[in-house]
């Protein structure tokens, strides 16, 4: 069952555990009724319009309700289940919605780094896009790369920005395949060592 939340407007989170927003919900590409949270710590509520989009709705929370028992722990902590339920699930993507949005902002205004669950923000000074608008402004950044990105690398992060050229993303590429073929030589040397 495909639940999506459209026309979506953000509030400035006030806790931790609920996001402030109204949206229209739609349930298997219907539009069934409107969605919100008042962003002070409660549950996000939502209803039909009409008999027939509430009816809808009952559905889904049957659907939602048959699923087992979701794990939020983060990785590595201890197992956390709770009930997965319509609410969880629209409260779920209204924070989606939220990161979505945020991160899309960050990237205007610099290069992001890390994974889907973190990421560092490394300031440009400008626009990314009035920095590629000439050669001198791709360099810069090709340089923060060099320079900030490439020293602090690990396995499983890159650049989240899908508004730079693919030339400035294959930097952290190149940079991984020129390490681990390093790491083989090596490795190679070594067991050539061990058999002599």
Request: proline share 3%; glycine share 8%.
């Amino acid at each position: 069952m495909k639940v999506e939340l459209k026309n979506v407007k953000m509030h400035v989170p006030q806790y931790d555990a609920s996001m402030g927003f109204t949206a229209d919900l739609y349930i298997n590409g219907e539009k069934v009724g409107t969605a919100h949270n008042d962003g002070i710590g409660g549950p996000s509520d939502y209803h039909g319009d009409t008999k027939e989009e509430s009816k809808l709705i009952r559905e889904a929370e049957s659907y939602f309700s048959s699923l087992p028992k979701e794990n939020i722990a983060d990785p590595g902590r201890e197992a956390v289940y709770i009930n997965q339920t319509l609410e969880y699930h629209i409260t779920k993507l209204s924070f989606d919605h939220y990161n979505q949005t945020l991160l899309a902002k960050h990237m205007t205004k610099g290069i992001l780094y890390g994974n889907n669950d973190y990421y560092q923000i490394f300031d440009t000074g400008k626009a990314i896009s009035i920095l590629l608008k000439d050669q001198k402004g791709e360099e810069f950044l090709a340089s923060i790369i060099r320079s900030d990105i490439l020293p602090i690398h690990k396995e499983g992060n890159r650049i989240l920005n899908t508004n730079l050229p693919a030339s400035l993303v294959d930097l952290i590429n190149k940079a991984q395949k020129k390490k681990r073929n390093a790491q083989r030589k090596r490795q190679d040397k070594s067991q050539k060592g061990n058999h002599l």
